[in-house]
Structures are given as C-alpha cells and as structure tokens.
C-alpha cells in the first residue's frame, strides 16, 4: 500500500517500508522506539538501501509481548508522518544548496551585521565567528592594497575604476575605513563571551550589538 510518497508491504507479519526519505529510527535491543503503524506496535529491526525512487528499506517487527518498556520516544507513522518527514528534507537540501552555492563567497559573509549571520546565515551553516574572522583578513588585505595605490601610486582603488581625480579623497577615506574596521573588528573577535560578531563597520552603532531579551 502507499502511505504519502512511502510503499509499505506486509511479510508474514512484518513490516516492510521502502521509504523516500531517510528516517531517525535507531535499531536497538534495549531501549527500542515504538513505531505504530494502524494501531499495531511495532520496532525497527533492520534498514538496507533502496531501490530508486526509494532511499531506505526499513523492517519492523512486531513488539515483543514480553517487553514493557517505558520509551521517551515513539513515532505514528501514517501519511502526516510521512508529509512532514518530506518537508524537512527538502528544506534540508535546500539549505545544502544554498549553503553551497554561497560558500564560494565565504569571506564576504563575514561583512554582513551581526543580526543576519546569526537570524540567516547560522542556520545554513555557517559559523558567525568563523565568517566574521575571515572578513576581517579581507578586510584587511583591501586596507594594504588601498595603502598601496594611496600611499605610493597616488591614486586609489577607486579611482582607479573611474579615473577621476576628485575621488582621492573618497579613497583616503576608504583606506582609513578599512583600516579601523579590521582593528576594531579584530579586537572584538579576540573576545571569548562576544555574542554578537561585528559586521563591517556595526561597531559604529554600538546600540545595535546588544542582543534583544
């Protein structure tokens, strides 16, 4: 029979379920998950791969007349259960996705504020601290590189691009951004009890680093 996207077969009184999706069901001699399936109470006894489109093959067996256990955790496993399983995974993988497709860009994470790494980027995967602490040696390095063409090719990144002379000063100014975003931003990261890793240049509003509640 199909329950949700699942078939589910019955084999001299076991269960058999192919499932599309992975499920948490640890297989135990003690401490067993009840799994109830149409009123009857069942336990996993083995899983083996699957056969496209299903992933795992799941065996339950019947629940031993002679075991009274007390579980913390039993599962209902019906079409809601299935529905549900669903959803997470593919939130799941969509979460993998974009969690690949921003990791090529890792360093300029970092630069995001503090409410966003942690509200968006955090559950994806990635690590404030660790995100934060490679924006600052970008950060950093952009502050040689502006020092550079400054200080020695009396120009600018900036101008540069543009060639405009009028943007020296905007150039100048660039270069003292960088360069005190990376100290201050630096010397925070040093820290051990920071619950809020700086982005670039938040530390300009300090109201908005205390954490809410």
């Known amino acids: 029979m199909k329950i949700g996207s699942d078939k589910v077969c019955l084999e001299d009184g076991r269960l058999v379920i192919h499932a599309v999706e992975v499920m948490d069901w640890p297989i135990r001699e003690f401490c067993r998950v009840p799994v109830y399936f149409q009123e009857q109470k069942y336990y996993v006894r083995s899983k083996r791969d699957g056969k496209r489109p299903y992933r795992v093959i799941y065996e339950l067996w019947p629940w031993p007349e002679d075991v009274h256990e007390a ?3 039993w599962v209902v496993y019906d079409e ?3 529905a549900q399983r669903d959803r997470a995974a593919a939130a799941a993988r969509r979460k993998e996705a974009l969690y690949a497709i921003l990791l090529p860009v890792y360093p300029l994470l970092g630069l995001f504020w503090s409410g966003f790494k942690h509200r968006v980027l955090g559950p994806l995967g990635f690590e404030p601290r660790s995100i934060t602490q490679a924006s600052i040696v970008l950060t950093f390095g952009l502050f ?8 020695w090719l009396a120009g600018g990144i900036l101008m540069f691009f543009a060639g405009r002379s009028a943007l020296r000063p ?3 100014l660039l270069m003292l951004l960088l360069g005190a975003d990376s100290t201050l931003r630096f010397g925070q990261s040093l820290k051990l009890d920071v619950e809020r890793s700086w982005g670039f240049c938040e530390w300009l509003w300090p109201e908005r680093r205390i954490p809410s509640g």
């Open 80 to 82: 809601a259960y299935v």
């Open 71 to 73: 579980p913390a955790k």
């Open 170 to 172: 905007v150039d100048w």
């Open 144 to 151: 040689i590189v502006e020092g550079i063409f400054v200080g």
